[in-house]
Each structure stands twice: as C-alpha cells, then as structure tokens.
C-alpha cells in the first residue's frame, strides 16, 4: 500500500515562496510520475504541476513561470517550488503518484488531508 506524506504548507505574505514536498513510501516504481493538485473552498481540485515520463513538466497557465516541479529518485520524493504567491494561490495541496498504469489518489478517489497554503498580509 502506497503512502504519500505532503509537508511545506504554512502561511506567507504575497510575494513570497515555499517548497511544498511530497514522500511516498514505496521506493522502485514502473513509472515515477507525479503531479500536484489544488483545492479551495468552493471550487473543484484542479492540476497545477506534473512531472511525466522522461522528465517533462507540464503546469496550470495560473502558475506557470512562477511554480516549479522536480523530484528526487533516490528519495521518492517530489517537490514544488512555489515563488511570487499571490492570494489566489490559497488552497488545499495535494500529491499524487502514477503506478504502472494508473494515478494512485486519483484512481483511488483518497486524498487524505494534504497541506494547507494561505498566502494573506
């Protein structure tokens, strides 16, 4: 059973940056994809960033130049690097792994809690 542990998330000023991480628990995968979702209050959970394949990013126009996500192999872990916050970046945030064929929250439907970003003066 995969374990996905997000971290990073807090309270900043606009302007500001925080790396949110995500480790998962198992260490050899077929496929090492992974992406990062968002959720705010009344809105549906939305893709920011994914790291595909051979290492191609793809990311959401509301973040791009301003997000960036990688990933460390030997420690199963992603990372998102997010710089220039503005309020609208409030949210909920999420990781997720591919598995061989399927992504394991989204397939799943279990995002557990993720961690809390709230960009406010």
């Known amino acids: 059973q995969v374990q996905l542990v997000e971290s990073g998330g807090g309270l900043v000023q606009p302007g500001g940056s925080l790396r949110l991480s995500c480790a998962a628990s198992r260490s050899k995968y077929t496929a090492n994809a992974m992406k990062w979702h968002r959720q705010a209050p009344g809105k549906e959970r939305e893709l920011v960033a994914a790291?595909?394949?051979?290492?191609?990013?793809v990311y959401a126009d509301s973040v791009k130049g301003r997000f960036t996500i990688s990933r460390d192999n030997a420690k199963n872990t992603a990372y998102l690097q997010m710089n220039s916050l503005k309020p609208e970046d409030t949210a909920v945030y999420y990781c997720?792994?591919?598995?061989?064929?399927?992504?394991?929250?989204?397939?799943?439907?279990?995002w557990g809690p993720g961690t809390q970003v709230t960009v406010s003066s």
């Open positions: 997720d792994v591919r598995l061989g064929s399927f992504w394991y929250r989204t397939q799943t439907n279990n």
């Open positions: 790291i595909v394949g051979g290492g191609s990013t």
